[in-house]
């Protein structure tokens, strides 16, 4: 079993920074690929960034590539998104989610655990 916990979410204006925190229980955190996924209302859950279990190899939406950029801190069994240049359009309800065996790391329905998500708002 996994919980994990969001943080770091809030408003912020068009062009600004936030990054977003994840902190995972247990004590197998390294037997996790982590990912971040996004609901805007309305909208399905899309996928937004991954990462490999050592943080060796990282993954990201095509919307995100170049803003946002996903690591992780195995001692401290936390994910992190560092989200830049944000626009009006990541606004959203970010979670973090984590799999144990994944063959596409965008899929939801790869990742065993959810958080509870956080709320980003970027206004324009």
């Known amino acids: 079993q996994v919980q994990l916990v969001e943080s770091g979410g809030g408003l912020v204006q068009a062009g600004g920074s936030l990054r977003l925190s994840c902190a995972a229980s247990?004590?197998?955190?390294?037997?996790?690929?982590m990912g971040w996924f996004r609901q805007a209302p309305g909208k399905e859950r899309e996928f937004v960034a991954a990462i490999s279990l050592s943080g060796s190899s990282t993954y990201y939406a095509d919307s995100v590539k170049g803003r946002f950029t996903i690591s992780r801190d195995n001692a401290k069994n936390t994910v992190y998104l560092q989200m830049n240049s944000l626009k009006p359009e990541d606004t959203a309800v970010y979670y973090c989610a984590s799999a144990v065996f994944i063959v596409d790391v965008t899929s939801t329905s790869q990742y065993t655990y959810w958080g509870q998500g956080t709320q980003v708002t970027v206004s324009s």
């Open positions: 247990g004590r197998t955190f390294t037997s996790y690929t």
